[in-house]
Structure formats: structure tokens, C-alpha cells
């Protein structure tokens, strides 16, 4: 893969994690959290997803993008009120954003959303224009004469651009007696002061990440329109001494004079690919020598009252509010013309302009501070991207496996040991159960470094609920449990698309229309519950619905008459119930988008099984459905019960280990059909005998019985020889090489290089179960 | 234990265009051939782990440096009972589609390069219901069987159901 594509497939992968932050957040705030952080979180993944966007010219993403972090940004600003925010308008943006990605990424053509669009835009309308006015009252009914000045505002900024032409004015009236003599510094130098347009001074400080970001300053530079630029500085005081210097961090800074007809908002667009917002800043130097040659240009530039911190002004978002701020900087404190005496004669202040000035300048405060928090937020983040590293998972797999010959071998050494003289072997033993502990812990470092919480696939969930809720017409509130059960990464990706089907089937078939459920006297709303949790060493995944449940009727006839069912079969309820997992059966009554094409839930059943999990569902006529899903933790390492039966050695997850005693000491009986049983605690416990259920070869004297638990909570009893140990065991995939082996998951190798079967306490029984039916056919047979 | 293969072949500057490299073996006095391309290694024997409700050519499954195949009993694919596995018999190990597999044989003979003319399609036995032989081939002295592996090894996994190709 070219470099190019690489760093392409990387930022689409970033752009997931980026949505799934943006949507988790959005999601936070509707449900109606006022963290300022979620906010903020939720802007910085959006900026993200627009600057990668920009960079790999993914133009309909950055546009869509853009627009949406303008919206966000004035939540960020405080500008709307984060409890008045249309946040169902933004979380659907986050889809269409999601869209436009995977639109980028597959190379398709992007959708556009013009209604999104307008909706976004919108926001920024209606709530920029009334604090705005209600900020400056007084500027705007002081000014005697307000000159047309709003030519070089967008529409969008219509309002504000009103205000910046009338405090010009006005304070360009009332300095313009005293200020006269003052020059602007870069009129000193700019050859053509006939040009028309307005003096801007860019301070272009980029962030020591620069180059990392692949930006390079010359990039920056050429998106300035050339004709405009009166002289480029680069400003290197920022460059440390060369021992502590970092060949790849960016310590230039640029001061670019210019001469121009562009507004600050369009300035602020030539960045947005390039800069974050508080990379620069924009100053406009003066009033335009061509819109109001009358009005004594120079005059803003005089300093009322010394800046009390020019920094903060300076570090200003990318939006329409870089125009309030802008005026705020000249009229209040802080131009750099303050600090040059030489530009700046005339010393005096002028108190007119307090006037003005004074009504604006709580705002500037309240601003700084504002734009203060999320600039330290920002290096917070990027803190925390230091000490993450993306690493690719082939490498993690190899390390995982090298790991695992590490723990074959080392109980290979245990074996050897045990045949040394006492005197070597008391040593060699210590050693050895250091290197076990040590092998251990590294297994377990690395086994984490692929632990994921299951929230990397809930998160994709509330979108797929939204959409249809909406194309099905019916009320869904969505309930997640568990998102933090860890799991290893290899079952987090296997996890999404029975999940997604699991919930699609509980909307689609599970839930009644909103009408259906008041008629049932259930709430209108319907509720699906996604539950995770960890239970026999498995990661156990419930979909619940409190809908109508299955239609067994519909289900069985449908069965018979695609002859999946006898017509003479008696099934039981449960069973009938199971048939939704068979091929080819829906029971929807329409076939639908959604689901009902009768593929969704036996591919699910085949999938989750060839992963070694299992899918079962429990329902409830009119009371509705539990899917559960249930998936071994990692398919890497597991800790079992080494057990014998017969000549053969298997393994026990120990995770569904419950007890073990002696069967002596249990009563067994048998019930009429010949299944036998034990008492244990009180309950009736049936009995395996592992000789019988796996045809060891060998003679068995079973007299250890395993009390182990089933996923569905059930407890058996597992009658074996012996208990041999009890060890980690790495998993190895008899699919890879043979095929699925009934009653057992995987294998492993044991101390002595021999394969032991691992197995599979669920599979084993529904093998006995099979095998005992098979014993009665004979017997009939025979009969 | 690596067996140490016969080359009368291999000095033959370059073998001729349209020829097959075969690897032969022997079970019993019946001598069977592969293409060498889909032999890995060849090894002794050694003891393997049986499969529940396996069919009856599978002997097991062992461990090959940390990667776990199953063993096939040829003698028992081709109906002559079951081997009574010794030190001095061989697994070989061969590449079959995706997988990788262990051939149980009594011994490795040579290593032959035949024209691809001189293979004959396998004759229409019905006793071979699995299709277990690909083609023959005429040597000095014996007749050998070219084996389709992926029949020998398909009635080993999961799906037990005899499928008799094409007959």
C-alpha cells in the first residue's frame, strides 16, 4: 500500500473512534448532561474529522463537517444555551457525518444533506444574532451614523458585521481628533497603500505538532492569496536551544501583513484545513483606507487602557465570533500597536472611546475565559494521544502466540523437572515457578493490551435504533448495561453484526407500533435493553424487548409448511421458539427493510457458533423476547481443570467449574427414561458420565464428579477419573486445520507436547443428548 | 525425525516441462504418490490425541509445533484396517486447500519425476465409492496410486456425510 493510502486508511479508522466519541457525547447532552467537557469533546472530534478530511480532500466531508462545527461551536462558546440545543438535529448530523465517511472511504459518491445543512445553519442564525444584539445595545443606539459597513460579512454574520461597521465608526469618529498622527506599522513598510481593502495582521503561531500533523508552514503560507500579502515575518523566537531541540516539532511563527478585501471569516476559511483555531489570529490593523477614507483610518489602533493580557484575546476560535473578538481586541486592549511606542506618539487615551468600549468589554472577559478552558482541554487531549500508540493487531497476535509457545514450553519444563534428583530439582523448581509467575503476568499484559470494553460496538447501536425507529414508526428507547465489560478485540469485531441483527429482529418483529402497545395497556414507548456481562468465562450478550414476543402459531405454520416441521411434530413451546433461528423463516407480515427476509437470525446462529458462542432466545407471549448471545472472552488462553477419563487427558474451562467431589458420596439415581441424577444442594443435578458423552478409550472408574454450570445457569454433573490439574491453557483452534469436534471448543497442548481436547460443557451435553436419542433409536430398532 | 529421501531423480539437470514431481509411500505393499508440492515435512511417529465420534480413518490430532492438525489413517481410508502405529511409521504432512493435514503411512520410498502423459486417469473402481485415487502411475516395478487428498481428508471433519464424487 502506498504511504498515502495508508495514512488514509488511518485516518478513516480514527474517523470511527472520532464518530463513536461524537455520538456518545451528543448522546450524553441530550439525555441531558450540561458538562461543558462533553461539549467541547464532541467539537474537538468533529474539528478532528474536518482537518483529516481537508488533508485528504474529502471536500463534501469537509464542508458537511464544517458547517456542523460551527453549530457545535456555539455551544462550546457558551453562545446557546447548552439545555436549549437541538441535539436529535445534531445526533443526526453525526449519521450523516458517519455517511459522508464511509461514503470517502468506499470512494462512493457522498449524499448530500441539504436539509442538515439548513438546520445547522440555522442554529447559528438564531442564536448569534440575539445575544449579540444584547451585547451591544449601547455601541449600536450610540451610533449617530452608521456607515454600510457590513459588505464584507456573509450573510450568516450579518448581524455582528453591523456591529463591527458601527463601533468602527463610531470609535474611528471619536479617536480620529487625537489619533491622527498615528500610522499603522505595516503602512511603514507596504508599498502600495493605494490598494484597496483593509490592513490584517495574521499571527500565526502553529502548534510544536505542525509537521507531525504533515502540514508544513510553506502549505499554510501558499493559501494566503498572493496578491494580498504585503510582508511575510517569521518569527523564531520561539526556536529552544539547540540541545533541547526536536528536529520535528514546528517552533516557527509567521506574521503575515496583508492588504485585503477578504473578511475575517473568509481569512479564517484559507486555515481551516491547516490550523486549529487557536494556531492564529486574526487583527484587523485598521478601518479600510477604501470604505471610509473620511474617517481617519489609523484611529483604532490607539489603546485606551494598557491590555491586561493579550494572549488570551489572541486565541480565538475559528467562527463568526473571531469578528466580535476582533473588534473586542481593538477597541479594548491589546494590539500589538500598544507596545510600540514608535507607532504610537501620542500617548494620551481618549475616553470617548470608553464609551463604546465599555459595554463590549465584559463579553471580552467572559470570551478570554471561555477560550482559555478549551485551549486547555486541547493540550489535555493531545497529552493523552502521547501516551497512546495505535499498533496493528497482526503484531499483537504474534506477540499473543509467541506468548503461548512461551507457556507450552515452560509447562513442558515443568514436566522435565519433576524426573531431576531432589537436590537440582528443589532449585530448578524455583526457578521455574518464577518463570510460570513471570510468563503469567506477561500473558496477562498482553491478553489486556487486546481487552476492549464492549462499548466500541454499543456505540453503534442508539444510531441503528434511531433510523429505525424512525422507518418503522414506532417509539424505542434504548437501554445500555455492561458497556465496560472488557473483552478481548478479536470478539469485539466479531460482536457487531449479531448485535445488529439481534436488535433489528426485536424492532422489526419484537416491538408493536406505538398504537398497538397503548391498545395492549403498555406504555407507547417500547424498550430494548442491550445487556453485557461476563458469566462462565463467557461474554454474555442479552437483547430484550418488552414487546409481543413471538407468534409461536405463525412460527410453527410457517415451519411445517416450508417441511421443517412434521406436520405431526408436537414441539413445545420452547422449541418452537427456537425455530427462529431455522433458515429460510420469517414471521414478519410484510417483508420489510428492516428484516424479514428470513436471512437475519439463522445467519446469526451460524456465525456466533462458528465462534465458538452460542445464541438461544427466551419469549414471552405479549410480554416479549430475550435474546442472549454468549461468546468465549478471547479465543486466545483459558484457565481449565486438566482432568483424565480413561487414556485420555481434557480440559475444563475452570470458569465453568463449579465444585468437585467425590462420587461416592453422592447418592445417584436414575429416572424412568435411564438419565441418571445426583442430589446436589438440594437440587437435582443430572449426571454425564465423560467416558460415555466423548467415547474415551481406555477403562473409566468415574468416581470424581465436576459440578459445572451451563450459560443458561443450569447445573451438571460431569463424571471423570481423575482431576490431573489445573492450569492456563492456550486455546488452539481445531477449525483452523480439521473442523468443529462436538462437545468440545478448541484443544490445547499440555505439558508434554499432547493435544487435550477443551471442552465445551453446553456442546456436550446437547452431543449426549444426541447420542442417548440415538441408544433409545437403537433400542426400538431392536425392539 | 526427517527421512532422508531417495534423489535418484534430482540430478537430471531440469525435469522436463510437463513432468510431476510425486512423492511415493507405502501401506502395506500398496505404493501411493503425491505431488511433492503439497508435502510440508515428513516426520515419525507420534502419539495423538483421538477426536470424539471422529470417522474411522481419523486417528487424531497432534501437535505440530504449536499448530494442531489431525492425523489420517491411509490404511484405514482405503478399507485395510487400522495401523498399529509404530516408532518406524511415518506421518506425512501435507497442505491440502487451506489446511494442513497428517497422512499416517508405514514408510516414505522416493522421490520420482513422471511425465505427465505417463499418468493414467484412475480406472473406474467401485470399491474406491470415495474417489480417493486421482490417477496411476506405471514405475519400474510397482503401480502407484495418486491420491486426491482432499478426499481422503474430506470425511474427517464435521460434516460427516458420504459424499462419492462423481461416479
Given at each position: 500500500m502506498d504511504p498515502l493510502a495508508e495514512l488514509k486508511q488511518t485516518f478513516f479508522q480514527e474517523c470511527e473512534e472520532l464518530l463513536g466519541a461524537l455520538e456518545l457525547k451528543l448522546q450524553a447532552l441530550e439525555e441531558g448532561?450540561?458538562?461543558?467537557?462533553?461539549?467541547?469533546?464532541?467539537?474537538?472530534?468533529?474539528?478532528?474529522?474536518?482537518?483529516?478530511?481537508?488533508?485528504?480532500?474529502?471536500?463534501?466531508?469537509?464542508?458537511?463537517?464544517?458547517?456542523?462545527?460551527?453549530?457545535?461551536?456555539?455551544?462550546?462558546?457558551?453562545?446557546?444555551?447548552?439545555?436549549?440545543?437541538?441535539?436529535?438535529?445534531?445526533?443526526?448530523?453525526?449519521?450523516?457525518?458517519?455517511?459522508?465517511?464511509?461514503?470517502?472511504?468506499?470512494?462512493?459518491?457522498?449524499?448530500?444533506?441539504?436539509?442538515?445543512?439548513?438546520?445547522?445553519?440555522?442554529?447559528g442564525q438564531d442564536r448569534v444574532s440575539a445575544p449579540a444584539a444584547a451585547a451591544a445595545p449601547a455601541p449600536v443606539a450610540?451610533?449617530?451614523?452608521?456607515?454600510?459597513?457590513?459588505?464584507?460579512?456573509?450573510?450568516?454574520?450579518?448581524?455582528?458585521?453591523?456591529?463591527?461597521?458601527?463601533?468602527?465608526?463610531?470609535?474611528?469618529?471619536?479617536?480620529?481628533?487625537?489619533?491622527?498622527?498615528?500610522?499603522?506599522?505595516?503602512?511603514?513598510?507596504?508599498?502600495?497603500?493605494?490598494?484597496?481593502?483593509?490592513?490584517?495582521?495574521?499571527?500565526?503561531?502553529?502548534?510544536?505538532?505542525?509537521?507531525?500533523?504533515?502540514?508544513?508552514?510553506?502549505?499554510?503560507l501558499a493559501s494566503l492569496p498572493a496578491d494580498?500579502?504585503?510582508?511575510?515575518?517569521?518569527?523564531?523566537?520561539?526556536?529552544?536551544p539547540l540541545e533541547s531541540?526536536?528536529?520535528?516539532?514546528?517552533?516557527?511563527?509567521?506574521?503575515?501583513?496583508?492588504?485585503?478585501?477578504?473578511?475575517?471569516?473568509?481569512?479564517?476559511?484559507?486555515?481551516?484545513?491547516?490550523?486549529?483555531?487557536?494556531?492564529?489570529?486574526?487583527?484587523?490593523?485598521?478601518?479600510?483606507?477604501?470604505?471610509?477614507p473620511a474617517a481617519a483610518a489609523q484611529a483604532p489602533v490607539s489603546a485606551p487602557q494598557p491590555a491586561p493580557e493579550p494572549a488570551s484575546t489572541s486565541e480565538v476560535p475559528s467562527t463568526v465570533a473571531a469578528d466580535l473578538s476582533a473588534i473586542l481586541a481593538k477597541l479594548g486592549p491589546a494590539t500589538e500597536a500598544a507596545a510600540q511606542p514608535d507607532i504610537q506618539p501620542a500617548p494620551a487615551p481618549v475616553t470617548p472611546v470608553h464609551a463604546a468600549a465599555v459595554p463590549a468589554a465584559e463579553p471580552a472577559a467572559a470570551r478570554a475565559a471561555a477560550v482559555r478552558a478549551p485551549a486547555n482541554d486541547q493540550a489535555a487531549a493531545r497529552q493523552r494521544q502521547a501516551v497512546s500508540v495505535r499498533v496493528d493487531l497482526d503484531r499483537i497476535d504474534k506477540l499473543m502466540n509467541l506468548v503461548g509457545e512461551i507457556v507450552i514450553t515452560q509447562s513442558m519444563l515443568v514436566e522435565c523437572v519433576r524426573s531431576l534428583p531432589y537436590d537440582v530439582y528443589a532449585k530448578t523448581a524455583e526457578g521455574i515457578l518464577t518463570l510460570s509467575r513471570q510468563t503469567r503476568e506477561l500473558q496477562d499484559h498482553v491478553m489486556a493490551v487486546r481487552a476492549q470494553p464492549v462499548k466500541a460496538v454499543f456505540q453503534r447501536?442508539?444510531?441503528?435504533?434511531?433510523?429505525?425507529?424512525?422507518?418503522?414508526?414506532?417509539?424505542?428507547?434504548?437501554?445500555?448495561?455492561?458497556e465496560n465489560t472488557e473483552v478481548d478485540k478479536t470478539i469485539?469485531?466479531?460482536?457487531?453484526?449479531?448485535?445488529?441483527?439481534?436488535?433489528?429482529?426485536?424492532?422489526?418483529?419484537?416491538?408493536?407500533?406505538?398504537?398497538?402497545?397503548?391498545?395492549a395497556g403498555k406504555p407507547r414507548e417500547g424498550v430494548i435493553k442491550l445487556v453485557a456481562e461476563h458469566r462462565a468465562g463467557r461474554i454474555v450478550i442479552s437483547v430484550t424487548d418488552d414487546g409481543r414476543g413471538i407468534n409461536r402459531d405463525r412460527l410453527l405454520m410457517k415451519a411445517r409448511s416450508r417441511g421443517l416441521v412434521g406436520a405431526d411434530e408436537r414441539l413445545q413451546p420452547e422449541e418452537i421458539d427456537q425455530l427462529i433461528f431455522a433458515a429460510?423463516?420469517?414471521?414478519?407480515?410484510?417483508?420489510?427493510?428492516?428484516?424479514?427476509?428470513?436471512?437475519?437470525?439463522?445467519?446469526?446462529?451460524?456465525?456466533?457458533?462458528?465462534?465458538?458462542?452460542?445464541?438461544?432466545?427466551?419469549?414471552?407471549?405479549?410480554?416479549?423476547?430475550?435474546?442472549?448471545?454468549?461468546?468465549?472472552?478471547?479465543?486466545?488462553?483459558?484457565?481449565?481443570?486438566?482432568?483424565?477419563?480413561g487414556d485420555d487427558r481434557y480440559v475444563i474451562p475452570i470458569a465453568s467449574v463449579i465444585e468437585t467431589q467425590h462420587l461416592a458420596s453422592t447418592p445417584i439415581e436414575r429416572l424412568p427414561f435411564g438419565q441418571e441424577v445426583l442430589r446436589w444442594r438440594g437440587e437435582v443435578t443430572p449426571l454425564y458420565r465423560l467416558g460415555d458423552v466423548m467415547g474415551s478409550m481406555g477403562t473409566t472408574n468415574e468416581n470424581i464428579v465436576i459440578i459445572a454450570e451451563t450459560e443458561r445457569g443450569n447445573n451438571v454433573g460431569i463424571a471423570v477419573d481423575e482431576i490431573v490439574g489445573q492450569q492456563q491453557v492456550v486455546v488452539k483452534s481445531l477449525e483452523a486445520n480439521y473442523g468443529a469436534v462436538n462437545g468440545a471448543s478448541a484443544a490445547t497442548i499440555l505439558g508434554d507436547g499432547l493435544v487435550a481436547l477443551i471442552l465445551d460443557i453446553d456442546s456436550m451435553l446437547r452431543l449426549a443428548a444426541h447420542s442417548e436419542r440415538n441408544t433409545q433409536s437403537d433400542l426400538k430398532m431392536a425392539g | 525425525?526427517?527421512?532422508?529421501?531417495?534423489?535418484?531423480?534430482?540430478?537430471?539437470?531440469?525435469?522436463?516441462?510437463?513432468?510431476?514431481?510425486?512423492?511415493?509411500?507405502?501401506?502395506?505393499?500398496?505404493?501411493?504418490?503425491?505431488?511433492?508440492?503439497?508435502?510440508?515435512?515428513?516426520?515419525?511417529?507420534?502419539?495423538?490425541?483421538?477426536?470424539?465420534?471422529?470417522?474411522?480413518?481419523?486417528?487424531?490430532?497432534l501437535n505440530l509445533r504449536g499448530v494442531i492438525l489431525a492425523v489420517y489413517d491411509l490404511r484405514t481410508a482405503i478399507g485395510m484396517g487400522v495401523t498399529d502405529a509404530t516408532a518406524t511409521h511415518v506421518i506425512v504432512v501435507v497442505d491440502v486447500e487451506d489446511k494442513t493435514a497428517g497422512l499416517l503411512v508405514d514408510s516414505v520410498s522416493d522421490i520420482v519425476d513422471v511425465p505427465v502423459s505417463a499418468v493414467r486417469p484412475a480406472p473406474d473402481l467401485e470399491r474406491d465409492e470415495h474417489g480417493l485415487i486421482e490417477g496411476l502411475v506405471l514405475l519400474d516395478t510397482d503401480i502407484v496410486a495418486l491420491l486426491d487428498l482432499a478426499a481422503v481428508i474430506r470425511d474427517g471433519g464435521e460434516i460427516q456425510v458420504k459424499t462419492s464424487r462423481a461416479a
Amino acid at each position: 500500500m502506498d504511504p498515502l493510502a495508508e495514512l488514509k486508511q488511518t485516518f478513516f479508522q480514527e474517523c470511527e473512534e472520532l464518530l463513536g466519541a461524537l455520538e456518545l457525547k451528543l448522546q450524553a447532552l441530550e439525555e441531558g448532561s450540561v458538562d461543558p467537557e462533553d461539549v467541547n469533546a464532541a467539537f474537538r472530534a468533529i474539528h478532528s474529522i474536518k482537518g483529516g478530511a481537508g488533508a485528504f480532500g474529502c471536500t463534501e466531508l469537509v464542508g458537511f463537517a464544517h458547517v456542523f462545527e460551527a453549530a457545535l461551536d456555539h455551544l462550546r462558546s457558551g453562545r446557546v444555551a447548552i439545555e436549549d440545543a437541538p441535539f436529535s438535529l445534531f445526533l443526526r448530523c453525526s449519521d450523516a457525518v458517519a455517511d459522508l465517511v464511509s461514503a470517502a472511504r468506499n470512494d462512493e459518491p457522498a449524499t448530500e444533506r441539504p436539509d442538515l445543512l439548513a438546520a445547522l445553519a440555522q442554529v447559528g442564525q438564531d442564536r448569534v444574532s440575539a445575544p449579540a444584539a444584547a451585547a451591544a445595545p449601547a455601541p449600536v443606539a450610540a451610533a449617530p451614523a452608521a456607515p454600510a459597513k457590513s459588505d464584507d460579512a456573509p450573510p450568516g454574520i450579518a448581524a455582528l458585521g453591523n456591529l463591527l461597521a458601527m463601533v468602527e465608526a463610531k470609535a474611528g469618529a471619536a479617536d480620529a481628533p487625537s489619533t491622527a498622527a498615528a500610522n499603522d506599522g505595516w503602512d511603514d513598510e507596504a508599498p502600495a497603500p493605494a490598494k484597496p481593502g483593509r490592513d490584517v495582521t495574521l499571527r500565526i503561531r502553529p502548534e510544536s505538532d505542525l509537521f507531525r500533523r504533515v502540514i508544513e508552514p510553506r502549505v499554510v503560507l501558499a493559501s494566503l492569496p498572493a496578491d494580498d500579502i504585503v510582508s511575510i515575518m517569521c518569527d523564531l523566537s520561539r526556536v529552544p536551544p539547540l540541545e533541547s531541540l526536536d528536529v520535528t516539532d514546528c517552533w516557527m511563527g509567521f506574521d503575515v501583513a496583508l492588504r485585503t478585501e477578504m473578511s475575517v471569516e473568509e481569512l479564517h476559511g484559507l486555515f481551516d484545513f491547516t490550523l486549529a483555531a487557536e494556531e492564529f489570529t486574526i487583527e484587523q490593523g485598521d478601518a479600510a483606507v477604501a470604505a471610509a477614507p473620511a474617517a481617519a483610518a489609523q484611529a483604532p489602533v490607539s489603546a485606551p487602557q494598557p491590555a491586561p493580557e493579550p494572549a488570551s484575546t489572541s486565541e480565538v476560535p475559528s467562527t463568526v465570533a473571531a469578528d466580535l473578538s476582533a473588534i473586542l481586541a481593538k477597541l479594548g486592549p491589546a494590539t500589538e500597536a500598544a507596545a510600540q511606542p514608535d507607532i504610537q506618539p501620542a500617548p494620551a487615551p481618549v475616553t470617548p472611546v470608553h464609551a463604546a468600549a465599555v459595554p463590549a468589554a465584559e463579553p471580552a472577559a467572559a470570551r478570554a475565559a471561555a477560550v482559555r478552558a478549551p485551549a486547555n482541554d486541547q493540550a489535555a487531549a493531545r497529552q493523552r494521544q502521547a501516551v497512546s500508540v495505535r499498533v496493528d493487531l497482526d503484531r499483537i497476535d504474534k506477540l499473543m502466540n509467541l506468548v503461548g509457545e512461551i507457556v507450552i514450553t515452560q509447562s513442558m519444563l515443568v514436566e522435565c523437572v519433576r524426573s531431576l534428583p531432589y537436590d537440582v530439582y528443589a532449585k530448578t523448581a524455583e526457578g521455574i515457578l518464577t518463570l510460570s509467575r513471570q510468563t503469567r503476568e506477561l500473558q496477562d499484559h498482553v491478553m489486556a493490551v487486546r481487552a476492549q470494553p464492549v462499548k466500541a460496538v454499543f456505540q453503534r447501536m442508539p444510531r441503528l435504533v434511531r433510523e429505525l425507529a424512525q422507518t418503522l414508526g414506532k417509539e424505542v428507547r434504548l437501554v445500555l448495561e455492561g458497556e465496560n465489560t472488557e473483552v478481548d478485540k478479536t470478539i469485539i469485531e466479531e460482536l457487531a453484526d449479531p448485535l445488529t441483527h439481534m436488535i433489528r429482529n426485536s424492532m422489526d418483529h419484537g416491538l408493536e407500533t406505538p398504537d398497538e402497545r397503548v391498545e395492549a395497556g403498555k406504555p407507547r414507548e417500547g424498550v430494548i435493553k442491550l445487556v453485557a456481562e461476563h458469566r462462565a468465562g463467557r461474554i454474555v450478550i442479552s437483547v430484550t424487548d418488552d414487546g409481543r414476543g413471538i407468534n409461536r402459531d405463525r412460527l410453527l405454520m410457517k415451519a411445517r409448511s416450508r417441511g421443517l416441521v412434521g406436520a405431526d411434530e408436537r414441539l413445545q413451546p420452547e422449541e418452537i421458539d427456537q425455530l427462529i433461528f431455522a433458515a429460510g423463516l420469517s414471521t414478519a407480515e410484510v417483508i420489510s427493510d428492516v428484516s424479514g427476509r428470513g436471512v437475519g437470525m439463522d445467519v446469526v446462529r451460524r456465525n456466533v457458533e462458528s465462534l465458538g458462542g452460542r445464541i438461544s432466545v427466551d419469549s414471552e407471549p405479549g410480554r416479549g423476547c430475550k435474546f442472549t448471545l454468549a461468546l468465549p472472552l478471547t479465543l486466545a488462553v483459558l484457565e481449565g481443570m486438566v482432568i483424565r477419563c480413561g487414556d485420555d487427558r481434557y480440559v475444563i474451562p475452570i470458569a465453568s467449574v463449579i465444585e468437585t467431589q467425590h462420587l461416592a458420596s453422592t447418592p445417584i439415581e436414575r429416572l424412568p427414561f435411564g438419565q441418571e441424577v445426583l442430589r446436589w444442594r438440594g437440587e437435582v443435578t443430572p449426571l454425564y458420565r465423560l467416558g460415555d458423552v466423548m467415547g474415551s478409550m481406555g477403562t473409566t472408574n468415574e468416581n470424581i464428579v465436576i459440578i459445572a454450570e451451563t450459560e443458561r445457569g443450569n447445573n451438571v454433573g460431569i463424571a471423570v477419573d481423575e482431576i490431573v490439574g489445573q492450569q492456563q491453557v492456550v486455546v488452539k483452534s481445531l477449525e483452523a486445520n480439521y473442523g468443529a469436534v462436538n462437545g468440545a471448543s478448541a484443544a490445547t497442548i499440555l505439558g508434554d507436547g499432547l493435544v487435550a481436547l477443551i471442552l465445551d460443557i453446553d456442546s456436550m451435553l446437547r452431543l449426549a443428548a444426541h447420542s442417548e436419542r440415538n441408544t433409545q433409536s437403537d433400542l426400538k430398532m431392536a425392539g | 525425525m526427517t527421512l532422508q529421501l531417495g534423489e535418484k531423480h534430482f540430478s537430471s539437470a531440469q525435469p522436463e516441462a510437463a513432468a510431476r514431481r510425486i512423492v511415493t509411500f507405502k501401506v502395506g505393499d500398496r505404493t501411493f504418490g503425491i505431488d511433492v508440492g503439497m508435502v510440508r515435512e515428513i516426520k515419525g511417529w507420534q502419539a495423538t490425541t483421538p477426536l470424539p465420534h471422529a470417522s474411522a480413518h481419523v486417528r487424531g490430532v497432534l501437535n505440530l509445533r504449536g499448530v494442531i492438525l489431525a492425523v489420517y489413517d491411509l490404511r484405514t481410508a482405503i478399507g485395510m484396517g487400522v495401523t498399529d502405529a509404530t516408532a518406524t511409521h511415518v506421518i506425512v504432512v501435507v497442505d491440502v486447500e487451506d489446511k494442513t493435514a497428517g497422512l499416517l503411512v508405514d514408510s516414505v520410498s522416493d522421490i520420482v519425476d513422471v511425465p505427465v502423459s505417463a499418468v493414467r486417469p484412475a480406472p473406474d473402481l467401485e470399491r474406491d465409492e470415495h474417489g480417493l485415487i486421482e490417477g496411476l502411475v506405471l514405475l519400474d516395478t510397482d503401480i502407484v496410486a495418486l491420491l486426491d487428498l482432499a478426499a481422503v481428508i474430506r470425511d474427517g471433519g464435521e460434516i460427516q456425510v458420504k459424499t462419492s464424487r462423481a461416479a
